[in-house]
């Protein structure tokens, strides 16, 4: 195809195997049947993918869609899809995402993603990330009581989209279609726009300019950390029974030896700790500690720090769940969101040696920096700022969601994780609040020379935007009874023994 360009207006794009590179819609109704439901029905969706492959091949792509949107959400409830759909699914169509594509589809003004997935799984991303108008895709089913019956409304799905598309543009048509070849026997929407470009679109496809900016996805949840393909759920699958037993053991050694020992026999069981900088040295009796001002990757990083320095170093929490205070093997104070109280809790532990702080608030799994609270920076001039990075194959170790709790067990179930700590220098007296420099430029230095550390960037975005984003509240912490706490804990098991 020769180099073109579009000053087209309107354009209609399909989702699978043109924004997104890959063609099959498999992989993200496995990640809503394991975050929304569980292991059981996940496994089920996979064992169910050679007949959806055949039905593929046999010509009945509608058949193997709907066979896919019963398994994956049969019984849910409507808000947890719509929960999966905001917090887990756009991290995935993100790193899917055609450039070449995108920049055809953001160069025009009135912009329309077309599905065959239902359209709740599409809708936040499309709109949020892709900059989309609207979006078609098909309806799922759901009774009287908020719960999907796996069905959908439309009966032939091509019709149905094309019906869609010609009703919203009546007045004109689109001029910019793109998308997958026409298959023969079959009518798209594609045939009713001006100009059609077939995926994938030619990376001499040019464009004058773009109307928007792709934008990224800084908060995401969910544990799995790649795409569940067939071959990568069944990897997944098949690791589980072992990953349980590994993490297991390596809890259980880890709460046997000596912090300093930590490190060297890690290597055993395959955990990698990458140290860089040098750490200072202990506080000396009756002097004020050191404050280490992390980066917030995961629950486990006050942990890994007493790992590396061989010592026992308290940390401030504020969301920790209260089983992970009770196994933690380094004291733990937790934090009110009061400030002058959190102060005085600070100041207090200062004084009996060093002690650790994470100014983000929360974790963040992208390479991005929250913005840093400005409260460490007022009550002591003896700051270390450390870079923490974490790297695991399977699982992420961080939720929003789901039960805190089972963060370390998540962590310790990749086959080989890795996690960096790079102590960067004290700052300088001039660098601090006692040189007449405000918290607030304080913070933001501290929270500058660790994003450039790590080579992520500095955001304004807090505990609460993440929350928002994720779980649709303010990460506001309610602390309940055991009794609570042991209800939550079965209702988030529970799905595996349905």
Not at 70 to 76: D, I, K, P, S
Request: hydrophobic letters at 45%; proline letters at 6%.
């Amino acid at each position: 195809m020769e180099s073109s360009t579009t000053t087209s207006y309107s354009v209609v794009s399909e989702l699978e195997g043109t924004l997104l590179k890959t063609p099959k819609p498999f992989a993200y109704f496995m990640l809503m049947a394991f975050e929304a439901s569980g292991l059981i029905r996940y496994t089920l969706l996979l064992f169910l993918w050679p007949i959806i492959a055949l039905l593929d091949v046999l010509g009945y792509r509608n058949g193997s869609l709907k066979l896919m949107i019963f398994v994956a959400t049969a019984g849910l409830r409507e808000s947890e899809i719509e929960s999966v759909s905001r917090a887990v699914l756009p991290k995935f169509y993100m790193d899917d995402i055609s450039m070449d594509a995108w920049r055809a589809f953001g160069s025009c003004e009135k912009r329309v993603v077309v599905t065959r997935m239902p359209r709740v799984m599409v809708e936040r991303f499309a709109k949020d990330h892709l900059r989309a108008h609207e979006v078609i895709g098909t309806e799922i089913i759901i009774n009287r009581f908020g719960y999907a019956t796996g069905f959908i409304q439309e009966s032939d799905v091509d019709r149905s989209i094309f019906n869609s598309v010609a009703n919203l543009f009546e007045d004109r048509r689109p001029q910019l279609g793109l998308g997958r070849p026409i298959i023969s026997g079959s009518q798209t929407f594609l045939s009713l726009c001006e100009e059609q470009v077939h995926a994938p679109v030619p990376s001499n496809y040019n464009v004058q300019r773009l109307h928007v900016q792709l934008l990224p996805v800084i908060f995401h949840d969910g544990r799995l950390v790649k795409l569940p393909t067939p071959a990568t759920a069944l990897l997944v699958l098949l690791w589980i029974p072992f990953g349980i037993i590994l993490a297991v053991v390596r809890l259980f050694i880890g709460s046997m030896l000596p912090l300093w020992a930590i490190p060297y026999v890690s290597r055993i069981f395959n955990i990698r700790f990458i140290v860089k900088g040098k750490p200072p040295a202990p506080a000396s009796a009756g002097n004020q500690g050191v404050l280490f001002v992390c980066t917030h990757r995961t629950v486990m990083d006050p942990v890994i720090l007493s790992y590396v320095l061989g010592r026992s170093i308290p940390a401030v929490t504020y969301s920790v769940s209260r089983l992970s205070e009770i196994l933690s093997p380094i004291p733990t104070f937790r934090l009110t969101r009061v400030r002058d109280v959190d102060a005085e809790i600070i100041k207090k532990e200062l004084s009996n040696g060093d002690l650790v702080v994470y100014p983000e608030g929360t974790t963040c799994r992208e390479p991005f920096l929250l913005r840093f609270s400005a409260l460490f920076a007022e009550l002591t001039d003896k700051i270390v700022p450390v870079a923490m990075n974490y790297r695991v194959g399977f699982f992420h170790a961080t939720t929003a969601r789901g039960w805190k709790a089972f963060d370390p067990i998540f962590f310790f179930m990749n086959p080989r994780p890795v996690y960096e700590v790079t102590f960067l220098n004290q700052l300088e007296v001039e660098a601090t609040c006692s040189s007449g420099k405000s918290p607030y430029d304080v913070a933001n230095y501290v929270q500058r020379i660790l994003a450039a550390t790590l080579g992520f960037q500095c955001t304004n975005f807090t505990r609460k935007d993440k929350y928002r984003v994720l779980a649709g509240n303010d990460g506001a912490v309610s602390y309940s009874s055991f009794l609570d706490q042991f209800k939550k804990v079965v209702a988030t098991i529970k799905p595996f023994f349905k």
